[in-house]
DNA sequence: GATAATACATAGGAATTCGATGTATTGGAT
DNA sequence: ATCCAATACATCGAATTCCTATGTATTATC
């Protein structure tokens, strides 16, 4: 499997949420540190740089819009080939999921 | 939470295998490996370094062992302070997993 | 007797994430 | 009107984790 998960549930999450919408950077942490009620709170110096990386690797697509107010932002949207990483990355982390409970429980009697 | 879970997967299931019973170290690589149907492959790269530091940190202790057959084994078993960290990490792991299939669902339809 | 599997170990490097720091704009409070 | 918090981007260096490669030695199998 994609070791690169063990870790890397960064780029799964802003895969997945990309996936329905386009969204900029600050928005992006902002809407995981809420829907998760705190339990992730990316810093900047772990997400731009994930998302400058995802974008070289061409998963995401980024442009700069300017809003009538004046404020700049860089938005980004997925890709056809962020797309299928999505969908490769959801299956090892359900993989992992289910590899993980499986040792857990056998241990124990709880997941 | 404990941002280290994000990776560390290996000191849960060490500390998870070695709360049932002691083992050592290339019984608890294979271990792993037979009941996750090869998701987990630990190399000795990967695994005797964490043991030395689960060991070092107090949460396993390790004795060496010498079968009649002369084969030298260290054999590591769970302490007390081991014990509490491992309540502590799946804790952490199931809120891990709570937070991110909470995200993957509100981009997808499923978990 | 040779080879594969067992059993341990470490050194070096790649990849990921965090902490710290920096710049600039916008909105609200005093 | 001015100050401060929040917004919005960015990068550098450090810490951590894990893998690849390599090494030693013993046991079991062919």
Redesign the interface.
Known sequence: ?DTEL??G?LS??IL??L??QSMYGYEIAST?HR???G??TWREGSLYPNLHKLEADGLIAGAWEEKETGRKRRYYRITKEGRAALKSK?QS????????N???E???G??
Do not use: N
């Open positions: 499997m063990l870790k549930t799964l999450l997945s949420l996936s329905r995981v829907d998760t009620d339990t992730f959801l982390w359900s993989e992992l999921c289910a590899a993980v499986r040792i857990l056998k241990s124990h709880q997941a």
